[in-house]
């Protein structure tokens, strides 16, 4: 079986939206991997830069490069155009700025061939590629695993939640009609945990491999980390709040991990909108924190520090007295490192 599967195509594909200082280091480091059947899918995803012209110089340069483009429709409709078209038994993902060890597909392809499963997860480092800096390491255990600890190793400080350090099964990304399961294009941000959610449902077995082999890409301002009072970061919560639904048809207590993000995410930007005193967006951001009742199961978590606690019910007091938003700004960048800074 282990001959047979090292044989086997894997089909990487990477997203892009005006990638194109990234293009270059990202595929390189791709088709030099140790694991040589592959087929790089790149989407372009509407850019307004070279990013289109870069792909195609690629696509002439290696054949196993193989390049597609659509209109600006998000990153969910880009990793859809690119698994229609992939042809591997076996699936990755990954981001265009960030940057895979030359032996993640090998080393993700022999633990799936050792351990016969659908699903392989590998540690990651966060990471400032710009400086050559890992600031984080995660991925703590190894081995297979079954369901349930899965979805608990989907936390960011074990294996995240997102898709790139990630192999998959073809079979296993298979609705019941033989369809491809499709990435939300609803949500622009959150869509790949729900999507992991998802196909979890569908495995049966799950491997983690700790060793960190997907460099993740710390950029400032990139969407993931973005904090606008925009549409967008709005459509993040209500995707959270479907990430908890899933997890909870699961297994009932795996919501918690999804419900703390959102309302790590929900406090944040209900103390902008305070501050800026956007009364439409806190309203709209209050009725998703009392109807999954998110704001008790942070306070009880032991995940989140006393010290945040108290600064939230410092935060809450200003609120419900009708302060000047400085005030509960001020409670909390009290200690932080990275301060909250109000966009003008």
């Known amino acids: 079986m282990e001959k047979m599967i090292m044989n086997e195509t894997v089909s990487i594909i990477i997203p892009i939206y005006n990638g194109e200082a990234y293009i270059d280091p990202c595929v390189e480091n791709l088709v030099k991997q140790s694991y040589d059947q592959i087929e790089i899918i790149l989407v372009d995803d509407g ?25 600006n429709k998000g990153v969910g409709a880009a990793r859809n155009l690119g698994l229609e078209n992939s042809t591997g038994s076996y699936i990755g993902f990954v981001d265009i700025d960030d940057i895979c060890d ?34 984080c390491q995660y991925g703590k255990l190894s081995g297979p695993v079954d369901r349930i600890e899965a979805v608990k190793q989907l936390k960011s400080v074990n294996y995240d939640c997102g898709a790139c350090n990630k192999l998959f099964r073809r079979k296993v990304i298979l609705e019941k009609g033989g369809g491809i399961r499709k990435f939300s294009t609803e949500y622009p941000i959150g869509e790949d945990y729900l999507w992991m959610l998802y196909t979890l449902k569908g495995s049966n077995k799950i491997s983690l491999l700790q060793e960190c082999l ?84 942070w306070f009880w978590s032991k995940e989140v520090s006393k010290i945040s606690k108290m600064k939230q019910t410092f935060m809450n007091c200003v609120y419900k007295l ?23």
């Open 322 to 344: 009708g302060l000047d938003g400085k005030y509960a700004l001020w409670i909390y960048n009290l200690k932080r490192r990275d301060k909250l800074c109000l966009e003008e």
């Open 214 to 297: 997907y460099n993740y890409n710390m950029i400032q301002g990139s969407a993931s980390h973005s904090l606008l009072l925009d549409k967008k970061n709005l459509l993040h919560l209500y995707a959270l709040r479907d990430c908890i639904r899933v997890a909870r048809t699961i297994r009932e207590d795996l919501g918690s991990d999804p419900m703390l993000r959102l309302y790590g995410q929900a406090r944040i930007l209900r103390l902008l909108a305070y501050c800026k005193k956007n009364t439409q967006y806190m309203r709209k951001i209050n009725e998703l924190i009392q109807s999954l009742d998110c704001e008790s199961t």
């Open 47 to 71: 850019s307004e830069d070279d990013s289109l012209k870069k792909c195609m110089m690629w696509e002439r340069k290696d054949g196993r490069v193989h390049v597609f483009s659509q209109k």
């Open 102 to 135: 030359l032996e993640m597909y090998s080393r993700m392809v022999q633990i799936m061939a050792k351990d016969d499963a659908d699903i392989v997860y590998c540690g990651y480092n966060r990471c400032f590629l710009s400086e050559n800096r890992v600031k």
